[in-house]
């Protein structure tokens, strides 16, 4: 069942491997750039900077966002930072480092020529950013400030303050602002991607959904860019943002789009504990409050004095404990996988005993509550505003929550997916982040994508289709595909039976959280596997929609992409189930060493596994792309 | 640890669409958590509603963080609710108490139409940033972002005026509906740094005329500032004012010289 999956990855030493596929690459000439159409879906990090950077070049570019408007993608809720190697701090970093870093990070499951090109074009992303107006934090003597992030030893984070996410995604909403104001790009806003059209094995275009009145649309392009981020939210209770789904990339998939690596989740280890039943989200507190913040339990279960009366040899800082040189700093899979310990060990905080303490107190005592506020002000302040405790007398509580998803389309070195034409970028797609990611790394890979990697990579595409017409929106493809989609959201409204949508996506997430979480058993995912089609049969059976779908209906919306979370769910259990092995956030409980760390298995598993479909994710089709590391030694990842 | 609120009475305004006149129905909450959000108090709303075959009560929401600028709500009169500095996501209800009644409405601005429900459309705001709210600096051309220091003061300044979420509410609170502490929150975010002198000038003038032709004037209430959830400062109102009063000699001149 295996398939050539060409990856396209040029040839060379991997540091000239980007140098070269630019100088091989096809051009458009800059009067024909207008006569390609290309359609980009979502506008967060990746999708903005892509579109802007498009239409700057004179391509005939159009945006798509469910949101009111492109600057409230959830690129904008990341808070910590964006790493680059500048090597500003001369504390010894290179490009070379940050690649090493990010293969190491993702526990030796990425691909060393993405990931290279991604190191090489970070220091090209702060120039931007800066020249664009993005308020970097700065020294008093006005140069560029920089912190640390999990997983390195060097400072190479840039940020503003504990909003970078939002900084850098107004940036590139101003660029894509200003080129919609001179009308180089159309936007379609509160519109959905309800499918994807492919005619003669290329994609032709997506078909949306009008959120408002519900007029359901198609759109023809040269080529199709999908940035619509992370699938995280499968889990239901997760720091994505409420809208955040997987409905373009699984519509994708669903057309013949490869998907690679779903189980490879991120569960991030510092998020507000839960609190009640009717929570909908978790919230983020940045990794960087780990640069000052120590985390520790009581030693003894059962301890439940007040963490000020715990005496210091009574606490336990496990982080610091078990990962000396890395500390509180140690990865987020390894963070979080420590803190579910010592939870399940019995030695949580809080009401619930469902957190670890995030303690500020020796920070405080050392650099003054000023500096602190200074460095994290508005992140305490959030805090508060949740917890109504205030994280400057008491430690905060946290817990891990999931964050991120590595896995997403297959896309080759172009980010093309396994449709000639479609694109993934972002975290839409699987390629940098291997089997974890690192912190700050997200933001980087968004704006790598969209500024540097996509705006050459299309043209080289599409310079052979100059003046070949391409298949228009009568197209009978077309057609048929909006009538199945006027047919699917009109069965979601008129099964009539008893759940919400919602009821139906917290059931989902349970059952995804428990067995295909921050630990996997094989015995649990078959269990995922017998449980989750019963339930999608409920979904499908019992699901009730009020409403009709001629106007805005939110509920209508939730149902179509609980609809695809519970097929992705499937394919993701099925993908955790058949790694057999651990590796970074996939973190099976047969396969540990005596420490209790990941052991990877690189004989059977030094692949990527992209699942192509079926007609049914329990039945989907896994395909292989081995993994070849030329450059870097694959080692046990140690973070002692 | 957690209690509970009982007999919330929630007056909130239902509208079927921008030509439908619109008006308050009248929910009860029986029981909720103390610990829930604001927007999770809703959510338990809507569930209850689709519970009686009722049609969902729509609001415009997403990272519920308080960042991402989309949620709204006028909450018994104040946009964003009684909590300072606190967008409605933000909001949770550990701030009421039992039995308390309270009055959900949408923005309310002309600049705003009603969408459906609670939700607005608030597209004009990104009117205000396509005419002139960013830096022109090409994909590739940027020189090395140390090249130009900046001071730290100016850098936080700018800052500060660039942690403007979006939202609204500054629109929502003010009695002429004027979009003066968004437009100069831009304004000053981009015209305080040395990256966006070029343009500073064009820019200011360029939003504010756009801003005008959406949106009501401003006539110095500070109410906006009040209901701001990032607490913007309408110290960048007299920025924006005196940049536009500087831009409308010098734009004069420098055409002239042209």
Excluded at chain 1, 294 to 314: C, F, M, Q, S, T
Excluded at chain 1, 481 to 506: C, L, M, N
Excluded at chain 2, 20 to 31: K, L, N, Q, S, V
Excluded at chain 2, 170 to 179: F, H, L, Q, T
Aim: charged share 25%; with cysteine; net charge negative.
């Amino acid at each position: 069942m295996n398939t050539v999956l060409n990856s396209k990855i040029p040839g060379g030493p991997v540091a000239d491997k980007w140098d070269s596929y630019k100088a091989d690459m096809k051009l458009v000439n800059p009067n024909n750039k207008r006569k390609f159409k290309v359609l980009v879906v979502g506008s967060g990090l990746a999708g903005a900077s892509a579109a802007a950077t498009l239409a700057e070049l004179g391509y005939d570019v159009e945006v798509f966002t469910f949101h009111d408007s492109p600057r409230r993608a959830h690129s904008i809720a990341a808070q910590g930072g964006i790493n680059a190697a500048k090597n500003y701090r001369g504390d010894g970093d290179s490009i070379h480092r940050l690649f090493y870093d990010t293969i190491k990070g993702g526990d030796f499951r990425a691909r060393e020529g993405n990931v290279h090109r991604l190191a090489q074009v970070s220091v090209n992303i702060i120039d931007q950013m800066v020249a664009q107006g993005v308020p970097f934090a700065r020294e008093y003597g006005g140069l560029l400030d920089t912190r640390s992030f999990g997983g390195a030893q060097l400072q190479r984070t840039f940020y503003a303050r504990g909003q970078t996410g939002q900084q850098l995604l107004l940036g590139a909403y101003q660029q894509l602002a200003r080129q919609i104001g001179l009308g180089t790009v159309k936007l379609w806003n509160r519109v959905e991607l309800v499918d994807v059209v492919n005619v003669d094995g290329r994609c032709a275009g997506i078909v949306t959904r009008d959120l408002v009145t519900g007029e359901v649309r198609s759109h023809a392009g040269h080529a199709t860019v999908l940035a619509t981020g992370g699938y995280g939210n499968v889990f239901f209770l997760s720091t994505n943002a409420m809208a955040c789904n997987v409905t373009a990339a699984w519509r994708a998939h669903r057309k013949g789009a490869y998907f690679a690596n779903p189980c490879y989740t991120q569960i991030h280890p510092t998020c507000i504990p839960q609190s009640d039943d009717t929570q909908s989200k978790l919230t983020l507190m940045s990794e960087s409050l780990r640069n000052d913040g120590r985390v520790w339990v009581p030693k003894n279960a059962g301890d439940d004095r007040a963490p000020h009366l715990i005496p210091e040899d009574e606490r336990d800082y496990y982080l610091e404990r078990l990962y000396p040189s890395f500390g509180n700093l140690a990865p987020r899979d390894i963070s979080s996988r420590a803190a579910k310990r010592a939870v399940d060990s019995g030695r949580g905080v809080g009401p619930l005993k469902n957190g670890v303490y995030l303690d500020f107190s020796a920070a405080i005592g050392r650099l003054g509550q000023h500096v602190v506020a200074e460095r994290y002000g508005n992140l305490f302040e959030m805090y508060e505003r949740i917890t109504g405790e205030n994280p400057y007398d008491v430690p905060m509580r946290i817990y891990p929550a999931t964050h991120y998803t590595m896995g997403g389309l297959w896309v080759d070195y172009e980010l093309m997916t396994t449709i000639p034409g479609l694109y993934a970028a972002g975290e839409a797609n699987f390629s940098d982040h291997g089997a974890n990611r690192l912190g700050a790394s997200a933001l980087m890979q968004g704006l790598a994508d969209g500024y540097f990697v996509l705006p050459y990579t299309i043209g080289n595409y599409l310079a052979p289709m100059l003046n070949q017409p391409i298949p228009g929106t009568d197209h009978p493809a077309f057609r048929q595909a909006e009538q199945e989609v006027r047919d699917r959201f009109q069965r979601y409204t008129s099964i009539g039976g008893k759940r919400s949508p919602d009821w139906f996506h917290r059931e989902l997430g349970k059952i995804i959280w428990n067995q295909c979480g921050m630990e996997r058993t094989a015995e649990g995912l078959q269990q995922a596997l017998s449980d989750l089609p019963s339930l999608y049969h409920e979904f499908q059976t019992d699901l009730r929609v009020t409403g009709d779908g001629n106007s805005l209906n939110q509920t209508l919306e939730k149902a179509g992409r609980v609809d695809d979370f519970f097929q992705l769910g499937m394919l993701m259990c099925r993908d955790a189930l058949e790694r057999n092995e651990s590796c970074g956030g996939h973190f099976r409980s047969e396969y540990q060493d005596d420490e209790g760390e990941a052991a990877r298995d690189d004989e059977n598993f030094a692949h990527v596994a992209a699942w192509e479909w079926s007609g049914d994710p329990m039945t989907a089709n896994r395909h292989k792309e081995e993994l070849e590391f030329e450059t870097i030694h694959l080692a046990k990842r140690s973070y002692k | 640890m957690s209690n509970h609120l009982d007999n919330l009475t929630l007056k909130i305004w239902r509208q079927s669409g921008p030509t439908d006149g619109g008006h308050f129905e009248t929910y009860t909450i029986a029981r909720i958590s103390d610990e829930a959000s604001f927007l999770e108090m809703l959510d338990v709303l809507n569930e209850q509603l689709i519970g009686e075959g009722k049609e969902a009560i729509v609001f415009d929401h997403d990272c519920r963080e308080g960042i991402c600028g989309t949620c709204s709500l006028m909450i018994d009169g104040q946009a964003h609710g009684p909590q300072r500095g606190t967008a409605t996501c933000q909001l949770h209800m550990r701030k009421f108490k039992s039995g308390d009644t309270i009055v959900i409405e949408p923005w309310r601005a002309t600049a705003f139409p009603i969408v459906k429900d609670l939700m607005v459309d608030r597209s004009a705001l990104d009117r205000i940033v396509e005419a002139g709210g960013f830096i022109t600096a090409t994909t590739g051309g940027a020189p090395d972002a140390n090249i130009i220091p900046i001071p730290k003061p100016v850098a936080d300044a700018a800052m500060d005026a660039a942690e403007c979420i979006g939202c609204g509410a500054c629109v929502a609170a003010c009695p002429n509906g004027a979009a003066n502490l968004f437009t100069s929150a831009k304004v000053s975010h981009l015209n305080l740094l040395p990256q966006g002198q070029a343009e500073r000038w064009s820019r200011v003038e360029a939003m504010v005329e756009t801003m005008d032709d959406h949106f009501g004037s401003c006539t110095n209430h500070g109410e906006c500032e009040a209901a701001c959830p990032k607490s913007i400062s309408i110290d960048f109102i007299a920025l924006m004012n005196r940049d536009f009063r500087k831009a409308k000699v010098r734009n004069r001149k420098l055409i002239s010289q042209a």
